[in-house]
């Protein structure tokens, strides 16, 4: 079948079968020696520069003198924009577009060059490398389960089904629209994780202090600091391990959820067991802590489960609260600035650490009253919905990709 599946209308001819060496020129790059680097100059592109591309990271540049760029430019040319650099070592096989005014790109980096000169969309051949259909091809000519490297002669030889460059203008665009969402919803992640993280450096006293830096209208009052003892009654988990969870049955929290999938308030769980006798449930409104972990950082956590009826396995603190403490606010205040210092100093063990119950009631936090805490909580709950909202839409969004892009190439 020389035809996807799904097309844009109007186009009904068959895709041309091809090789990358055939439709335009291929370089490896010149080789720059870390002698050569400079603290100015002309960046260059190393394999890390694209990754950090891709992925949306930031990497210290690396620069080499403008003579040098000259003298390697003028055996190598310069690149335009529009053409494609392709990883050849490491994470192989992932393509980056070349935006304008681009520096040049060198052998230490093992990338390697497609000339775009026009003759094709470059949106289209970078969806093409993130297609099913050459990941497939990738995975056929490597070894040993594995390949350390894609060569210019591999590259040359790529098979690649190729529209008209109308289609192939289509196509770009469309995925372009997709990955400009994909990084609108990443983007808007980070910042909301960003501004969460100064909201509980500004919302919560500094050590030392009584009040916080922001606070609602209509509160004065110096925040109470006292031991958690004073706060909460406690008591402990129950049996269960990884090796008793099920597919449906009785939901269960254990203790390792905690730090591989924090969250302050636990409103839903995706984890089942079959209850067993002596079990331990939620009432509602506890504060769960775990009691090991793999690092002291990891377990100095808090976490607030809202619903009852929940299964609270073993090597999990419980608190139950107080009336004039809110549950999630607890877990807040436990989980970050100085009470988590403390607590995770608190920690033993080495290749397993440890948190007891009575570890957690000399850790002292500071707190208003109820209808402040009340409060707090509702802007980090809005924060963390932000937060779900944009990871859930990014990670559909994906998806949504991957099938178009299985369908919409070949």
């Not at 799904?6 to 291929?26: C, M, S």
């Not at 394999?47 to 540049?61: C, L, P, Q």
């Not at 009826?309 to 807040?332: C, E, H, S, T």
Request: charged share 25%.
């Amino acid at each position: 079948m020389s035809k996807p599946k799904i097309r844009f209308n109007g186009f009904t001819e068959d895709w041309e079968q091809r090789k990358l060496g055939e439709i335009t020129e291929l370089k490896s790059a010149l080789r720059v020696h870390r002698e050569e680097w400079t603290t100015e100059g002309v960046p260059f592109y190393r394999s890390s520069d694209v990754m950090a591309a891709i992925n949306g990271t930031e990497n210290d540049k690396a620069f080499i003198s403008q003579k040098l760029y000259e003298k390697l430019s003028s055996v190598s040319g310069r690149l335009e924009a529009g053409d494609i650099l392709v990883t050849g070592g490491g994470s192989v096989g992932n393509p980056y577009i070349v935006p304008d005014n681009a520096p040049l790109y060198t052998k230490d980096a093992d990338l390697l060059w497609i000339k775009n000169q026009g003759r094709f969309n470059p949106y289209f051949v970078y969806e093409f490398f993130l297609s099913p259909s050459f990941r497939s091809y990738l995975g056929s000519i490597s070894h040993v389960g594995t390949i350390a490297h894609y060569t210019i002669t591999q590259l040359s030889e790529t098979p690649i089904l190729l529209p008209s460059v109308e289609e192939q203008d289509k196509l770009g665009k469309y995925f372009q629209r997709i990955d400009h969402l994909i990084t609108l919803h990443k983007r808007k992640c980070e910042e909301t994780k960003k501004l969460k993280k100064y909201m509980l450096q500004k919302m919560f006293p500094k050590d030392g202090e009584r009040v916080p830096e922001i606070r609602f209208s209509g509160f004065s009052d110096a925040w109470e600091q006292r031991k958690v003892l004073e706060l909460a009654e406690y008591s402990k988990g129950n049996g269960y391990s990884k090796g008793d969870l099920t597919e449906s049955g009785t939901p269960i929290i254990l203790y390792g959820r905690l730090y591989k999938k924090y969250q302050f308030a636990i409103d839903e769980v995706d984890t089942f067991v079959v209850p067993k006798s002596g079990s331990v449930y939620s009432q509602g409104n506890e504060v769960i802590v775990p009691a090991s972990g793999e690092t002291a950082e990891d377990i100095a956590r808090a976490s607030a489960v809202e619903k009852s009826g929940v299964l609270l396995g073993g090597d999990l603190n419980i608190l139950r609260p107080f009336d004039f403490i809110n549950p999630l606010f607890l877990a807040l205040a436990i989980s970050n600035g100085e009470p988590q210092k403390e607590l995770a100093k608190k920690a033993q063990g080495k290749s397993v650490v440890h948190i007891h119950n009575s570890d957690i009631q000399e850790v002292t936090i500071s707190y208003p009253l109820r209808a402040e805490q009340d409060q707090i909580v509702a802007v980090f709950r809005h924060l963390d919905h932000l937060i779900t909202l944009h990871q859930r839409k990014c990670d559909e969004l994906k998806r949504f990709k991957k099938f178009m892009l299985k369908n919409m190439f070949l």
